[in-house]
């Protein structure tokens, strides 16, 4: 015995269509409104980078264009170290754009000269990851957080000026 529902459905295929249409049409324009996957910038990354800024903010504003922007890169090949060793800024706000193409997981994360952690980007593979901080002149430690990597040799030296 059928249901009146199973009737009208075998009836009217198309019906069910026709209604839920309209819905699935908004779900993928909604799915639309997210944010581009070609951004680099991790919310979660700058969140943290942001809670880390006060305790490295100079107390002299960055001079106009005070912006460094640097680039580091895991070995692709999956060795555990940076495309360098040492790395170069300008004291102010400074970014670095990480890549990893590497098959294994990855960060960078920046400490002080006496050992405080000021920001990291999340581990990661197959992509770029940016971290910002407001540095003062100084010497600062870069490096990979995943366990043994850094002890490994996959650290360097980041010079503010």
């Not at 075998?10 to 997210?34: D, E, F, K, M």
Request: proline residues 7%; aromatic residues 4%; hydrophobic residues 35%.
């Amino acid at each position: 015995m059928r249901t009146h529902a199973a009737a009208q459905a075998g009836q009217r295929p198309g019906r069910r269509w026709r209604l839920a249409l309209p819905a699935l049409v908004g779900l993928v324009a909604l799915a639309g409104c997210g944010s581009s996957s070609s951004s680099s910038t991790n919310k979660e990354t700058t969140a943290a980078t942001t809670a880390a800024s006060p305790a490295t903010t100079s107390s002299a504003p960055a001079p106009a264009g005070g912006e460094t922007k640097l680039s580091l890169s895991a070995n692709p090949s999956g060795q555990l170290e940076y495309n360098t060793k040492s790395l170069q800024a300008k004291a102010g706000k400074v970014t670095i754009s990480f890549t990893n193409q590497a098959p294994l997981s990855h960060d960078v994360a920046i400490e002080s000269s006496s050992g405080q952690a000021l920001g990291s980007t999340p581990p990661f593979t197959g992509g770029s990851k940016t971290l910002s901080l407001e540095l003062k002149p100084g010497t600062y430690k870069f490096f990979c957080t995943v366990p043994g990597h850094r002890q490994a040799g996959m650290e360097g030296t980041l010079t503010v000026q």
